[in-house]
């Protein structure tokens, strides 16, 4: 990326508690179309590698543009030193995702693979538009062509772009899962047609009609994926983030349960499949995001993981040496991209 | 179930002993000597050695402890509470006429200080950090260290003397016969006194509900809501207000001594004729049985609200509910 890029990422800075007005999103806008030329808007689905990314043969510009794009997103939080004495603890900035760059196409599933606990999850916030309080995020998102600001990703939610997320635990306790499923966020569209919608996606994935009358702690897992499913599909997105959607799960289960998503992007949807997992990811996604230390390091086609050569990145390389077909030959993958590492 | 039932009326026996045991320990170890405290200073002194003994005959002073209450026992487990000597009426009617009054005291500010505290809460969560909760959470705290006779004596010179809009005490208009008092009476009696137990007991529910709702917001299953394109109000709408409204119901109905207490110092201050008036002429007055009829009838009432307390939980949440069903 060049300086002047740099130079337009910094001029954006947004902090989410200020929300940019639209005015200045459109300001923006033309900021990038000159400094870009436009270049959001041009036709490129030929060409090799733009954007630092490889494509997957099911990968395609519908409009000439990326179902989402996401450009040089950093996310930081104002937080207490935790090291220092309680009383004399001073304010510091933590930037946990900087300069990140991913692209969702239509028609594919991209899988963000990175270990656990190291940030991905607020990629998908970020996404969402889902900011905490202390957080400062800044960046550029276009969502079908367009760069949305705060609150253009806040009137996507649910329209346009859903989350799946992990578990049942996202379900209210209380409230019984059809009622759930039909949801609240829509009151333009009548009850009844809701409720026929979810009996039909309920129908399409197996769930029967007395599973509508239960509650999230009665579902088994399988269900309750479905279940989860059904509530991000009710609001017929375009681009679905799914947040480790598998957990606990073996390898051969799990891309099993991912065959819907496969559907959905079959069908035209994109998703961006958040997972630790590198094995799962690529037997079931289409180009992988490689993401270590709160950035993407490569985003590449699934196919260029089939030898270490073309891999651009030393971590992806070292990721490909860490398969267990391949010898698990590096023992240090995991390290320096918090606990957990990588399931491989 | 039965197990339940069986376990909770053991309970309730056991407690109903127990507090009796103690009022009457209580009363008996009370430096009060009923004759005197009844017959007023001037009688006692002018009065023959005689009558005193014979009054304190009839006061019982010179039963021993086990006696009076084995007497006062065996009564009660054929249904007589005894007789009030100090209102001079059974014990049960005394508590039946007064209980009226208190409960109507009790009722409004249970609910008025529910439904109160329950919005505060909410208000005040919902809105973390900003100057609205920093408004309520300093309004509950200043309450919560407010004495209750206090705020009532507070309440009493602003609203009755400054204002005038309430009358000075007592649950009807004086020199107007019971005939006549309308409900409008009642109520416009019933209002100060009410109005102080209710402020008073706004503060607890309000910083509960205030905690539950910053958890409820920050919940999992609210974030996927929110991202459903709900808005944190509309969450807090349709998935906040049940996961709230239980908690905040359970700790109202587990508040209820806490409004009984109360009760007792809000009716002293204004002259309310009710339980707690009672209880302190009873305890003043070494009225045992009336006043262990009332510690009955309070225990009682308490148990009661604890009681529902409980069951609630199994009844409202569906996991409790269905969990219980699936295990028998």
């Known amino acids: 990326m060049s300086e002047t890029q740099k130079g337009a990422a910094r001029a954006e800075e947004t ?125 550029r998102i276009w969502f079908d062509g367009e760069l949305q600001d705060a609150a253009g990703l806040a009137a996507l939610r649910g329209n346009g772009v859903s989350l799946v997320p992990q578990s049942v635990n996202n379900l209210d306790p209380l409230m019984k899962v059809g009622r759930q499923v039909e949801g609240f966020a829509h009151p333009d569209v009548p009850h009844a047609e809701r409720r026929r919608r979810r009996a039909e996606l309920f129908e399409r994935y197996g769930l029967s009609e007395e599973t509508a009358q239960l509650y999230p702690f009665e579902l088994s897992g399988g269900m309750a994926r479905r279940v989860l499913l059904c509530c991000a599909l009710m609001d017929d997105p375009h681009v679905i983030v799914a ?16 065959d819907d998503f496969r559907a959905f992007a079959d069908a035209g949807g994109g998703v961006m499949l958040i997972t630790h997992d590198i094995e799962l990811a690529l037997r079931v996604a289409d180009r992988v995001a490689v993401f270590k230390d709160g950035t993407v390091v490569e985003e590449t086609a699934v196919a260029n993981f089939a030898s270490p050569d073309t891999l651009a990145h030393p971590f992806s390389r070292a990721l490909w040496h860490a398969l267990p077909e391949h010898g698990f030959r590096d023992r240090n993958v995991g390290e320096g991209s918090g606990k957990g590492g990588f399931h491989a | 179930m039965f197990r339940f039932v069986i376990r909770n009326i053991a309970k309730f026996i056991l407690l109903m002993v127990a507090v009796s045991l103690v ?71 005394v508590i039946a006429t007064r209980a009226v009054n208190s409960l109507a005291l009790m009722a409004t500010a249970w609910v008025v200080s529910g439904v109160l505290g329950f919005g505060l809460g909410i208000l005040a969560g919902a809105n973390r950090g900003r100057p609205i909760d920093r408004i309520v959470k300093g309004y509950c705290f200043l309450l919560a260290s407010v004495p209750t006779f206090w705020l009532g004596l507070v309440f009493l010179i602003v609203f009755s003397v400054w204002l005038g809009w309430f009358p000075f005490g007592f649950s009807v208009p004086i020199g107007v016969s019971a005939a006549d008092v309308t409900l409008a009476d009642a109520l416009h009696h019933l209002a100060l006194p009410a109005l102080t137990l209710s402020v008073v007991g706004v503060a607890n529910i309000a910083l509960h509900t205030r905690e539950k709702t910053i ?33 905040a119901l359970t700790l109202q109905f587990a508040s209820i001594s806490e409004i009984f207490g109360g009760s007792v110092l809000v009716e002293q201050v204004f002259s309310y004729p009710g339980l707690g008036q009672a209880a302190v002429t009873a305890g003043l007055g070494g009225d045992v049985a009336l006043l262990a009829g009332i510690a009955l009838f309070s225990a009682a009432f308490v148990f009661g609200g604890n009681l529902i307390a409980n069951v609630l939980y199994g009844v409202v949440d569906p996991r409790m509910r269905k969990g219980a069903k699936a295990h028998a």
Not at chain 1, 243 to 258: C, H, I, S, Y
Not at chain 2, 221 to 244: D, E, I, K
Request: aromatic content about 8%; glycine content about 8%; hydrophobic content about 40%.
């Open chain 2, 215 to 247: 958890d409820v917001l920050e919940s999992d299953y609210v974030r996927f809501a929110r991202t459903r394109g709900l808005s944190t109000w509309g969450a807090l709408r349709h998935h906040g207000l049940r996961n709230l409204a239980l908690p």
């Open chain 2, 23 to 93: 009022t009457f320990v209580l009363v008996s170890v009370s430096p009060i000597d009923p004759v005197q405290a009844n017959v007023g200073q001037a009688a006692y002194v002018n009065m023959s050695e005689a009558k005193r003994a014979q009054l304190a005959e009839y006061w019982g002073v010179n039963t021993p402890l086990w006696e009076r209450y084995a007497n006062w026992f065996g009564d009660l487990l054929h249904g007589d509470l005894g007789t009030s000597l100090r209102f001079n009426a059974p014990v049960a009617d």
């Open chain 1, 243 to 258: 947040d480790e959607p598998t957990p606990g799960l073996d390898l051969d289960l799990a891309v099993r349960a991912l």
């Open chain 1, 15 to 139: 902090r989410a508690e200020q929300v940019p007005a639209c005015g200045r999103a459109a300001e923006l806008d033309a900021l990038a179309d000159t400094l870009f030329g436009g270049h959001e808007a041009l036709e490129h689905a030929d060409e090799q590698e733009h954007h630092h990314h490889t494509h997957a043969p099911a990968s395609h510009h519908e409009h000439g543009h990326h179902l989402l794009q996401v450009e040089d997103l950093s996310v930081g939080f104002r937080m207490y030193d935790e090291d220092a004495p309680f009383f004399r603890a001073r304010q510091r900035f933590v930037e946990v995702i900087s300069s990140l760059t991913i692209s969702v196409h239509a028609g594919e599933i991209v899988a963000v693979v990175g270990a656990s606990g190291s940030g991905k999850t607020l990629l998908a916030d970020a996404v969402l538009g889902l900011f905490e309080p202390n957080a400062t995020v800044r960046g």
